[in-house]
């Protein structure tokens, strides 16, 4: 197994380091790629924060359909990991795919303010997505390449701290945005191209691939039945854990309806993502080193706890201080468990295989947010936002339960 930190990643119990040196141990490529994706993420969440109340408002789609388009888009980012990561595996090269995916997402950007109907926008949305799919998977694998494995955590943390400061940028930018130009949407997205092409050069010019280990075993069919046997039990019940856990929520456009439901401007629905991105960001960077130094285990039951708190304050709390609250606990809920998911599967999967890993990874969790997706958009039609709520609390419940079912198993065969 391809685990080579010290000890059990699920239960080890160091003290934290949060100092300078550690931020400075980090290798310079994986914070190039934070970067990349934090310039995307601005260029990406300008359009997104600003697209569910798009399409409800002013094209007049309903709440289901805005989970069908978010699910599926999801889902397609996903499907095409595998076959990106698969192939990163195949050709023992990540650079080349995740520029590809980047160019990609950097040349739709333009088809969002182009877009006359509710089909154009899902067209733009998946093609968009797909870009995302085929850099998802390759840049994981790049970065847990790069990483060194008593860093992992923070590594990991790092780049989806830096990520999601451009998760939370952007809205700021288009409730600016739209303020400006009193909510002339079209403007926003033609605005939204230029961080999406900065991205793009920074990748191209600033993330240095790091040699492959001759080592190394070839891999020549990376998606056959015996090569994902290879990836072995421990990775596959990894995988398990985190579908339960995407399960149990939904996309975050239906925080923005809530927002919306509960009277806030249209102007200020984006600063809903802000609230939720500025602390997931801040909390992601730490949750990586407290996984590092202070087990996996831990940190992930704190996360889904999170989880369980945002869904109850969401569907009970009043007003906008409600929301506030609920938002919050939600991004928590983020910052502890997505960067720590991908290091587990970084932990326990062969180096060889990391990109098939984040492959099949994402696939499965991809398809548990689309339904998770599509039946919050039921339920909220049908039954309204605290049905919605309700309902994600239950399944939280569940996958906190689970993980304490698998908490042994996973901690003996990761170790």
Known sequence: MANESQGDPMNSTPSPRFDAATLRSIPPGIWALGFVSMLMDVSSEMIHALLPVYLVTVLG??????GVIEGIAEATASITKVFSGAISDWIGKRKLLAVLGYGLAALTKPAFPLAPTVGWLIAARLVDRIGKGIRGAPRDALVADLAPAHLRGASFGLRQSLDTMGAFIGPLLAIALMWLTANDFTTVFWIAVVPAFLALALIVFAVHEPRREPAL????????????????????LVVAVATVFTLARFSEAFLLLRANQVGLAVMLVPGVLVVMNIIYSLASYPAGVLADDGGRYRVLVVGVGFLVAADLVLAFAPGIGGVAVGVALWGLHMGFTQGLLATLV????????????????????????LAASIVAGLLWDNLGARGTF??????????????????????VRAA
């Open 61 to 66: 789609a309903s709440a289901t359909t805005v």
């Open 217 to 236: 075993r070839k891999v020549r069919f990376p998606l056959h039945r015996d090569e994902l046997a290879r990836l072995g039990r421990t990775y596959w």
């Open 346 to 369: 970084a932990d326990v999967s062969p180096p060889e295989l990391r990109g098939t890993a984040f492959g099949m990874f994402n696939l499965l969790t991809g398809g548990a947010l």
């Open 390 to 411: 309700v309902s994600g609390a239950v399944l939280a419940g569940a996958a906190l339960l689970g993980l304490f079912a698998l908490r042994r198993q996973i901690g």
